[in-house]
Structures are given as C-alpha cells and as structure tokens.
C-alpha cells in the first residue's frame, strides 16, 4: 500500500518513478515519515524520471545520516520594510530628505571633529578665518581650470559654498567618491561666502566587532536564480541541492555541506516577465505564480533543518522603487508555505544564529553608481562588487544621489539607509564572478548567478557573466570559500 501511494503522490506532481525504484524501495518504507518531510514538493513543469540515485539525493531519503548535529538554526528578523499605502505628495518628497538629513546628521555627529557643527545660516555670524564645521547636502560639484574643487552645500538653514584646494592632495583624491545628495561633514576656514575646506567627512562606519560562534555551522550565499528562463543553470543549481543535501562533490565539499545551517538569496528567485525587450524569447515559464511554484518546488527538496532567507530583486514580482516590500504571499504563496524559509524586504536585516547581522540587498542602484563614479570604474566596475559595497558602507546609504534608484518616499524613515553595521554584507544583480572582502570587519559577498548570459547583457556588453558557483561563510572562523557546482572540477 505505502508503494501506491508513493507512486501517486509522484505522479500528481509530474515525477514518473522507474520500475527498478519500485523493486528497491523496503515493503516497510516508511510513506507517512516521508511524506511529512516532503509534502511540500510542488509539480514539476517537465517530466522527471525518477530512479533510485535521483530518489535518494533529492528527497531527503538519506537525511538523518546526513546532519550529524543537533545544533538548531535560527533566525530573527531585524529589519524588514512594510509599505504603507498613502498618497505621494510633493511635499512628502521635502519631508523625506529632511528624515534621512537628521537620521545622516545623527550618524556624522558621532565624529568627535564634527561634534561643534553649526547649521549654515549660522555662518553669518562667525569672524573670517574663524575655524567652523557644517554638515549639509552635496548640491553641485565643480572642478575649476586651476584644479580646485567648489561644492555647494545645503541644510535646512541655508546654501553656502565650499573650497577643496588643489593644493590639499588627500581632499582632491576624495572628490572623485564624492556625489550629488549625500550628506557629508567639512571643517575649514570661514572666508567671504565661502568656506575652505581643511577635513571632509563621509558617515562611514566605525569598525564592527569581529564576531565568531562556538559551533562549527556555516551560511551559504547564493543569488539570482532566474528560474523560469530558458538560461536557468538547472544542472548546477541541482548539483547545489545536491550538494547541501550531502550527496555531491568530493568528500572535502560534503563534509562541509554537513556544517550548512544557512541559505541567504539577496534577489531575483525568478526570472519574471516583460523585464527587458528581449526576455520573452528567452522563457521557459512564462507565468510569474508558475515561476515561484518552480522556485518552491526546488527549495522544498533542501533539507529542512537549513534555514532559507530571501528577498525580493528587479526581476521579481514587485515594483521597482525600493525599498522594495516582502514578496507578495499572492504570487509566492508556495514559498510562505514552507516553514523553513523567511522572506525580507529589499533591503533587510536578519540575526542568524543569535549572533550575527546579516543584511541583503540585491543592488539595483549599483549600476547607476558604477557608470557614473570613475574610482568604482577603476576598481573593475561590474567586476568588483565589493567596491561598490564600501563605497555604500561609507554613504552609509543605497542611493544617495536622486534618481540614482526608483525610490518610494517616506515620511517616518529612510528606509535606504544602512542605520545598523552588519557582520555580513551580502547582494546580488551583477552575474559576475564571486567576489569577497571586508570592511571595518564587516564581511562583503558579491554573490553570482544561476543564469547562463542572456542576449540582453550581451547587448549591453556583460560578456564575463559567471554562474553555478555559491560562498560558504563558516561562522565559528569566519572563513569564507567558493563551491562551484558546474560541471567541470570542483573545488573549495
């Protein structure tokens, strides 16, 4: 009776098992314990044959034998944007930038030089040559022919200008990170409508407390699935599955597969549709709920004592201006229905194992950043994820320049700025190679993809497109590693 009912419950969801599965599986197979690690396997959109290897490595068969610990993960939502649904003026747009001035102004405060900065109308009453600090908005920047830079600055008081000299070398190196809308600190000299700038000062962050756990458990970090293209790298991310589960790769990759408590996805599960003029062609399953039953269905197959954090990403099924919410329970109800995965805003914040802040963004505002600042360029551009996320560390803010990114304003908070310094930094959206780093102990994963190149980034130029490879961050040393699951050798 168990065997039925096993073939049934794989044929409503479009897997066809092999006479030789059925000869194999124990007449005292256990189908009520199965079942309740396995219900929520959705159908499939294609035809699976199902032997006995692809039985064992997909559906936790073997899942007792692979998790040697008792150790429990856990995870703890520390930020996640709701959306309240209001009417958008064009005052709200004044409110919201004077919100992210006294929430940036608060973080640039904490600098002992800038602790006596004055508003700008209070200039008008200070001495020539007296020694001043002011914190305001980046209006304008200008080079002169003589090689100085004039920035205008603005508060809620007042306009005035600022005075980078040529002369000064490590102020002139700074100008070129320096952009429209961000909040900076300067001290100088009061000259006559102007000030001389002596220090200038970015938010930043203050170093951050290196922090490792007594058990030997690690975070995966993988992003863009695309699933639903044509381009989905099926076979590597089944490799990955595979992989977690404990049944791929050489004995060095199981063994730290066996140590997996955390998955986390900083965007685009699905490939969506009508993203970019050249898509249609290039999808598989062209229905977006499909899209997210496909996504479900595949992380219903990771074991169930791994943890899967998500958030939303330009490709998926929300709207474009950021923050953007939690995916929509409509379109991904399959995945709010499994228990092992926690869905955040763009950005998020999330406390894994009690200890460690892990925060998510996918980075859509990245490339107007990359095409526009020539140090990130310089860095690698595209290739260099991890440029672009301490040139954010430092603005302490994903999109400090207007329009830089479709945005939503808010009126209670700044939902785009990095308030609390992670431990791990993590986003996706280049399709690149993996890259890794660190700043002020803050740990920073560019994530690649599970796309293979699509026409679209061949058009724009993306031809060094990577995908099929995940980090794994160990959290009691805090080493980090790179699998690669294509079908080529692999190695950590």
Known sequence: MSKKKLVGFFFERNYRVTPQLLEEIPSDFNFENFLEKNNNINRSEEVIVLDNELFKKLFNFEEESIVEDNITASVEVISSYVDKPKKREVKDFVIYMKVRYNALKKILLQRSELQNAISISRLASKQAKEYVSIIGFVNSKDQTRNGHYILELEDPTGITKILISAKNKELIELMDE?????????????????????EFYFPDTPLKEYKKCKDDVSAVFISDLHIGSTLFAKKEFENFIMWVNGNYGNEEQKEVARKVKYIILPGDLIAGVGIHPLQEKELLIKDIYKQYEEVARYFSLIRKDIKIVVCAGNHDALRIAEPQPKLSEDFAKSLYNLKNVIVVSNPGVV???????????HGFSFDYYVNNVSSLRDAGGYENSVAVMEFFLKKRHFAPTHMSSLYIPDIEKDPLIIENIPDFFVTGHFHYDIKIGSYKNVSLIGCSSFEYMSGFQEKLGHTNICWGTAVVANLKTRAMSIVDFREKEKTL
Do not use: P, Q, R, S
Not at 351 to 361: A, G, R, S
């Open 351 to 361: 406390k894994i194992h009690k200890m460690f802040d892990v925060l998510l963004y």
């Open 178 to 198: 320096v952009v429209l809308d961000e909040l900076v600190g300067i001290n100088g000299t009061l000259g006559e409508n102007i000030v001389f700038a002596n």
